[in-house]
């Protein structure tokens, strides 16, 4: 049997190492020896963009479909910016919706079933955030250098992956308050001028990676291109009465909103900022692999004082940290299979469904742990994903 834990850090770390445990270890063991050669399945492939939503600001959770993007709008230089604060908000982000709203996914499904609706998110084998691709690359490439948990749950042959924080105020902070960052993306975008406002836009984005038919959701930045009603048109929608709102199965669960503009991968921009001495971008290519972006702004530095916006295509960047990461993309894919393997035997054998896997850093660095859990997120409401 699996051992189960409750949703409390302190208890799991403590008791992480009691009973059986699961662990990849042997999974790089067995792909980081290779030669470096043609990467294979563990490059995104048959990419499929899926669309997209935004949150808004409503007393009852509400997403609007397609929604919009922010627009870029780069502000003349030097720029001076104090350090970043955040007032939490309400259905914001990609990763603290998560804990406001009950189910995780249900807003992408939802939104797939309007934006896509040939495609079959039961025929998916992966559901995840960017950023919980993002924790496993860092453990397959060697530098992952803090505790993490994600939260799993198995669906027929779905897994859902999400990330884990004990405190979603923590969870907003340590995302949002290091440095100048969420200041600048502020900024350098314009929202759209719609009642109620938006708190934030996420894209979704499906690809093969290592076998997988994978779909990947994050929040996009921005957006710069001249589609109709980009950064502005609401469509015929210019507020959320309840007669432009269709409701799900439980009409006190969340809203949708018709309206907004459809968007492409090429529409959208990453907005990173560094210190003016720091030139390396390798933490910053995963991710725009992850969520096949190529176009980034990168404003630079010192002690708020931005001198410097740099602009342009990454795409040949990063398909040059791609063909010199080979094997270990491999070993992230290999990773990520064992994982959707592992999960569906798991539950086969012992009659569970949600998992956690965890990474204690500060036990051992080369051992991610699988347990069965009993509390923590859920990632869609009871009803079969099929109906969904």
Not at 4 to 31: I, N, P
Not at 179 to 192: A, M, P
Not at 215 to 237: F, H, L, P, R
Request: net charge negative; aromatic share 8%.
């Amino acid at each position: 049997m699996i051992p189960t834990f409750a949703s409390d850090l302190r208890w799991q770390r403590r008791h992480a190492s009691d009973g059986k445990r699961r662990d990849f270890a042997d999974v790089l063991q067995r792909t980081v020896s290779k030669d470096n050669g043609p990467v294979g399945g563990a490059v995104p492939s048959e990419v499929r963009e899926l669309g997209g939503y935004s949150w808004m600001q409503a007393r009852q959770p509400t997403i609007a479909v397609p929604g919009t993007i922010p627009r870029l709008c780069v502000p003349s230089l030097p720029l001076n910016l104090l350090p970043d604060t955040v007032a939490f908000r309400d259905y914001s982000t990609d990763e603290t919706s998560a804990q406001v709203y009950p189910f995780r996914f249900e807003p992408l499904v939802l939104t797939c079933a309007i934006t896509t609706p040939s495609f079959a998110i039961a025929d998916a084998d992966v559901v995840t955030g960017v950023n919980n691709l993002r924790l496993l690359t860092d453990f397959a490439f060697g530098a992952a250098n803090k505790s993490f948990r994600i939260d799993l749950e198995i669906r027929d042959k779905t897994l859902f992956m999400a990330r884990w924080e004990s405190d979603i105020s923590n969870l907003a902070r340590t995302s949002r308050c290091r440095g100048y960052g969420r200041g600048f993306e502020e900024v350098l975008t314009q929202l759209s001028d719609i009642d109620p406002p938006q708190t934030s836009h996420h894209r979704i984005v499906s690809y093969k990676l290592g076998g997988l038919r994978t779909i990947v959701q994050y929040q996009a930045d921005a957006c710069d291109c001249q589609c109709e009603g980009a950064g502005s048109d609401w469509g015929t929608n210019k507020s959320a009465r309840s007669s432009d709102a269709m409701s799900t199965t439980s009409s006190d669960r969340l809203q949708i909103i018709r309206g907004g503009t459809p968007h492409t991968l090429s529409c959208l921009v990453e907005i990173k900022s560094r210190e003016s001495r720091k030139h390396d971008l390798q933490d910053i290519f995963p991710q725009l692999w992850l969520s096949q972006q190529s176009t980034m702004i990168l404003g630079r530095q010192s002690r708020g004082h931005f001198t410097i916006i740099e602009s342009g295509d990454m795409g040949r960047r990063i398909q040059a940290w791609e063909e010199c990461h080979g094997h270990q993309l491999e070993g992230f894919a290999t990773l990520l299979a064992d994982l959707h393997c592992m999960v569906r035997t798991a539950a086969s054998e012992n009659h569970e469904r949600r998992f956690s896997l965890l990474f204690c850093h500060d036990q051992d660095a080369d051992t991610l742990q699988l347990f069965a859990r009993r509390a923590g997120q859920e990632m869609l409401p009871p009803e079969d994903l099929n109906a969904e």
